[in-house]
């Protein structure tokens, strides 16, 4: 077995391998027809810049094709290009993290999503504390391929978003608001049908809105969101749109915490300030009365009053002086995949989804993942394991691993190699390694380790 480096400058010292998100989107996104036609990986080192270059330009180039990146337009009155609003505010929280400010405003493009990676990248590198650990939305809609990837970022990374009271999620941007792991819908929130201004023959509209309604239900799905709320976005006709009235909003979840960001939190706040669990919602319980003292289940459709999704998550006392209470793990200690990805490469080049490898030499396989993660860089071990002894080493050079070799460690029995990496903490990983002929068929296990435990597992079977 053999791994693939960097195939710009060839070093021995990176192993970090990526694939821009124009091309290949989110982990996963490569079965929703979002991947490129050809293979495109460079490495996170000093030769990047010319490898980005090229693969910007076959990012262009590869938009132009339908069946390499379908991108499905909602309805929408603005052609404007939506700002990732990303803004040092000036001071810190209680924990000495300095407050920034993170929002989408306008139409969402593509565009929005590298800029929206950059953001969350420097907001992880630095430790910063997101404002009101909300982004905050105000769109009439765009892209739904773009929205759905802002989304899942936003889910990894614990982050919930927030419609103010003056301010519309139109159209796509509702799927965005779906991303947050506590949402809180205050302003206008609007829903319809998906529609497509790609030009297709009468004979494949079928397949295309087969395809959209599938990705649209599959990201709900994944974000928890209520069966009836799902069911709008497929009712509604694309020249319309479906306003929600405050108390859908209640009852669809748009005012709360997801059950399992609440667990995720109430488990550590349980734990630092000594308390039960069942009383510590009583205080949620407790502030929303303070809030609305007349509230009901069945008040009529009027405005709201709900404790903030920082109080909701045990994150704030009082939202008024931004008062942060530190119930976070320490930052070397967080290291979550919350996406991953694994395959081949095909005969031309394409990466294709799958968990078999075809048994014969030189055969690359890859796996991929989106990671949450504090600091500058971050480090990791990568395990692959294969059903019988063989022989390790570096698909370019030709050099044979043992156990002098840096950061690589070949068990006694030969059939596992355990690889050391720091990487920058860009979010996203990707790796990829080729069959040689001593390679035995079977299963094979690829294991990426943090501080030693075994956070997440690739399983393929060569045949």
Request: proline share 4%; hydrophobic share 35%; glycine share 8%.
């Amino acid at each position: 077995m053999k791994i693939i480096r960097c195939p710009q400058c060839k070093s021995k010292d990176v192993f970090k391998l990526s694939i821009p998100d124009c091309c290949a989107g989110d982990p996963g996104d490569i079965a929703n027809g979002y991947m490129a036609a050809e293979r495109v990986v460079f490495c996170m080192c000093e030769c990047n810049s010319e490898a980005k270059a090229q693969i910007d330009w076959r990012c262009v180039m590869n938009k132009l094709f339908k069946w390499i990146l379908v991108i499905i337009i909602l309805l929408s009155p603005l052609i404007l290009l939506a700002d990732v609003i990303y803004e040092k505010l000036g001071f810190d929280d209680a924990q000495g993290r300095e407050v920034v400010s993170l929002g989408i405003e306008g139409h969402i493009g593509t565009n929005d999503t590298t800029d929206f990676v950059s953001a969350l990248n420097d907001i992880n590198q630095n430790n910063y504390r997101v404002q009101f650990d909300s982004v905050t939305l105000n769109s009439p809609g765009g892209e739904i391929g773009a929205a759905t990837r802002i989304g899942k970022l936003i889910r990894g990374n614990h982050l919930s978003t927030w419609v103010f009271a003056n301010d519309e999620c139109l159209s796509a941007c509702s799927l965005i608001l779906q991303g947050g792991v506590c949402k809180m819908a205050e302003g206008e929130v609007g829903i319809h049908r998906t529609k497509s201004d790609d030009e297709v023959s009468l004979d494949e509209v079928a397949g295309d809105v087969m395809y959209e309604e599938s990705y649209t239900k599959q990201y709900l799905e994944h974000m928890g969101t209520a069966p009836q709320h799902m069911w709008l976005y497929s009712s509604i006709p694309s020249w319309d749109m479906r306003y929600l009235r405050n108390f859908e909003k209640r009852d669809f979840g748009l005012y709360s915490a997801t059950t399992r960001e609440m667990r995720y939190r109430l488990q550590i706040a349980s734990q630092k300030f000594g308390l039960f669990k069942s009383d510590l919602l009583q205080r949620i319980g407790n502030r929303e009365r303070d809030l609305y003292p007349d509230a009901t289940w069945d008040t009529p459709d009027y405005m709201y009053a709900h404790p903030t999704c920082s109080e909701q998550l045990f994150l704030e006392d009082n939202m008024t002086d931004h008062v942060g209470i530190n119930i976070e793990p320490a930052p070397e200690d967080i290291f979550e995949i919350y996406e991953s990805d694994r395959g081949i490469e095909d005969d031309e080049g394409r990466l294709i989804v799958t968990n078999k490898i075809p048994y014969k030499e030189n055969q690359a396989y890859y796996f991929s993942f989106r990671y949450f993660a504090k600091g500058e860089t971050v480090t990791y071990k990568e395990r692959v394991t294969v059903n019988g002894p063989t022989v390790w080493g570096d698909a370019e050079t030709g050099e044979s691993y043992d156990k002098s070799t840096p950061n690589t460690k070949i068990s006694k029995d030969r059939t596992s190699a355990t690889i050391s990496r720091v990487a920058p903490n860009d979010g996203y990983g990707f790796g990829s390694w080729m069959i040689t002929k001593e390679d035995p068929k079977g299963p094979v296990k690829i294991e990426i380790l943090f501080k030693d435990k075994v956070i997440h597992t690739f399983s393929y079977v060569i045949e």
